[in-house]
Nanobody
């Protein structure tokens, strides 16, 4: 059974940091590009960041560039999202995603697997 399990969400003040983790089980992690999406209350889910299978290529939404960093540890089957200088507008449920196709992952429309989400709340 394939599972993506996020952890690391929580409540933090504006300007603070959080690190999200997502572990994939049931599939060969190194064959998947991994990504993060988020959905704020009343809004559609949006792309945040993605990292290629080997970890050499990354992509970020303009809203998080320079503040968020995605990384991937193939030995631990885990992808991370380091979030710094957090803003109230970063408040959302963050979803981990896995896909063997980079373009499908970044587009978010035909993603192979989704996690259940981790709530991140930023207080002002």
């Amino acid at each position: 059974q394939v599972q993506l399990v996020e952890s690391g969400g929580g409540l933090v003040q504006a300007g603070g940091s959080l690190r999200l983790s997502c572990a994939l089980s049931g599939r060969t992690f190194a064959t998947y590009a991994m990504g993060w999406f988020r959905q704020a209350p009343g809004k559609e889910r949006e792309f945040v960041s993605a990292i290629s299978r080997g970890g050499l290529s990354t992509s970020y939404a303009d809203s998080v560039k320079g503040r968020f960093t995605i990384s991937k540890d193939n030995a631990k089957d885990t992808v991370y999202l380091q979030m710094n200088t957090l803003k109230p507008e970063d408040t959302a449920v963050y979803y981990c995603a896995a896909d063997q196709n980079w373009f499908e992952l970044v587009n978010g429309s035909r993603v192979d697997y989704w996690g259940k989400g981790a709530l991140v709340t930023i207080s002002s």
